[in-house]
């Protein structure tokens, strides 16, 4: 699922009973666009241990399990 999308964000979230907390200043990663390029200057490849900080919902985890 594209996790990335905020019709499909605010499903998910809506499904696990939270959401974004504005007093934590949260902020998710909605633009596709953007998740392309962090993979893109990521240089990852297959093998390689990856650590992701804050991953909140896992847009860019999902896609770089895909990669």
Request: glycine fraction near 8%; aromatic fraction near 6%; charge should be neutral.
């Amino acid at each position: 699922m594209p996790i990335y999308r905020i019709s499909e964000l605010q499903e998910y979230l809506a499904s696990l009973e939270r959401g974004s907390k504005r007093t934590l200043s949260q902020n998710f990663l909605i633009d596709g666009n953007v998740v392309q390029k962090i993979l893109s200057h990521a240089q990852c490849f297959p093998g390689d241990i990856v650590l992701e900080i804050g991953p909140g919902p896992g847009a860019v985890t999902e896609a770089l399990l895909k990669k």
